[in-house]
């Protein structure tokens, strides 16, 4: 296990983005979702976004990036993120738009509600990521010796 990459930023929001995500998917699941179609597109995204991030974190985790190391993941995993993030814009916005307080049952607009306040702080957290991701791709941050030797 890769403690340090636990302790790293990215490790850190992909963990919060997988709890969040979780909580996105978990609360469209407990209303009728099914009546609506925006929730669909809502539900399609949190947990195809919430599977990928977990297999992400996994493999960063167990360091198998390591292990296949033609694969260039700091580009891949920037990706992701830069992807993630729109699909949950497109996601947060229709949830936002599809609650409506004058709902017949109650505790489907508080979960529905709910819901949106949580897909924006994954899109956020998620936009973040993907800001992370980019220095990482593009090895900012490094220190100065080598950052001198990678520009002659």
């Known amino acids: 296990l890769d403690g340090t990459f636990l302790c790293s930023p990215?490790?850190?929001l992909m963990g919060a983005q997988a709890v969040l995500g979780l909580l996105?998917?978990?609360l469209i699941a407990a209303t009728t979702y099914h009546l609506h179609a925006a929730y669909g597109w809502v539900m399609?995204?949190?947990l195809f976004s919430w599977i990928l991030?977990?297999?992400f974190f996994i493999t960063y985790l167990l360091q198998l990036q390591l292990k296949y190391y033609v694969i260039p993941w700091p580009l891949v995993l920037m990706i992701y993120n830069a992807v993630a993030t729109v699909l949950y814009i497109t996601a947060f916005v229709t949830c936002a738009a599809a609650?409506?307080?004058t709902s017949w049952r109650q505790w489907d607009?508080?979960?529905r509600a709910a819901a949106s306040f949580f897909a924006c702080v994954t899109m956020i957290t998620y936009g973040v990521s993907t800001f992370f991701s980019f220095r990482a791709w593009k090895g900012l941050g490094s220190n100065a010796a080598t950052s001198q030797v990678t520009d002659h």
């Open 109 to 111: 607009y508080n979960r």
């Open 10 to 12: 990215l490790g850190g």
């Open 24 to 26: 996105v998917w978990s």
């Open 44 to 46: 399609f995204v949190s």
């Open 99 to 101: 609650v409506h307080p």
């Open 53 to 55: 991030t977990l297999l």
